[in-house]
């Protein structure tokens, strides 16, 4: 299957402070990329979807100021959590659609984003 | 899209078939039904998708039945590896629409 990466694979950060994450399609290009974030035991909640050169949409209860996102190319998504909180702490994950026919969505790996 | 129901927890021999049941009673005729499972720590992983027939893969095998409502994953040989939580998840194939995950189901494989 298609191969997506995330960087960092993981981050520890202060309160207060902005953190950027990187969603790489390495062997395809991606009409469109999912951001999702995970609990712990729990399961992946959508945050946003975001397509090339458009504004994202968020999913209700997303702040959209707090959780930038900017789709700048076919490749690639990142995902800003600024003024982040002890309780942003969580499992972030992205996902892209190869659009067209097949249509199939493939997942990165993963950052995990820890809050002092 | 429509909903689904897992078991929330299975357990599995090591060597032996794993067979995950999905109930999606609601399901549209032009909505696909997906696997993907998630090991600990890590991004989901796609699995297998189905329409109508049965598929099968090098991973699994998906067994439809024929009015649709419910399905199986079969793991012909669970390994240790399989240890993971299966998600079961009915779409559309066209479009823009996400993939929705539910609570899956938490298989453990036993050596």
């Known amino acids: 299957g298609a191969v997506v990466s995330q960087h960092p694979s993981w981050v520890i950060c202060k309160s207060g402070t902005s953190v950027k994450i990187e969603c790489r399609s390495l062997?395809?290009?991606?009409?469109?990329m999912f951001w999702y974030r995970q609990f712990p035991k729990q399961s992946l909640m959508l945050m946003a979807t975001?397509?090339?050169?458009?504004?994202?949409?968020?999913e209700q209860g997303v702040e959209k100021d707090k959780f930038l996102i900017n789709h700048a190319s076919l490749t690639l998504s990142t995902l800003t959590v600024t003024s982040a909180h002890p309780e942003d702490s969580s499992f972030y994950i992205c996902s892209a659609r190869t659009g067209g026919l097949n249509n199939e969505q493939f997942f990165g790996p993963g950052t995990r984003l820890t809050v002092l | 899209d429509a909903k689904t129901t897992q078991p929330p927890s299975m357990d599995c021999a090591e060597g032996r078939a794993a067979n995950l049941p999905c109930n999606h009673s609601?399901?549209?005729?032009?909505?696909?039904v997906y696997w993907y499972r998630q090991i600990h720590s890590q991004g989901p992983q796609y699995i297998i998708h189905g329409l109508k027939n049965n598929e099968t893969n090098e991973m699994a095998s998906l067994i439809i039945t024929e009015d649709r409502k419910s399905s199986t994953l079969i793991l012909p040989h669970a390994t240790l590896r399989d240890t993971a939580v299966y998600y079961c998840i009915v779409r559309v194939r066209t479009g823009a629409n996400n993939l929705f995950f539910g609570t899956g189901t938490r298989l453990t494989v036993i050596p």
């Open positions: 609601t399901i549209s005729g032009n909505e696909y």
């Open positions: 975001s397509n090339e050169g458009s504004k994202a949409t968020y």
């Open positions: 062997d395809f290009q991606a009409t469109t």
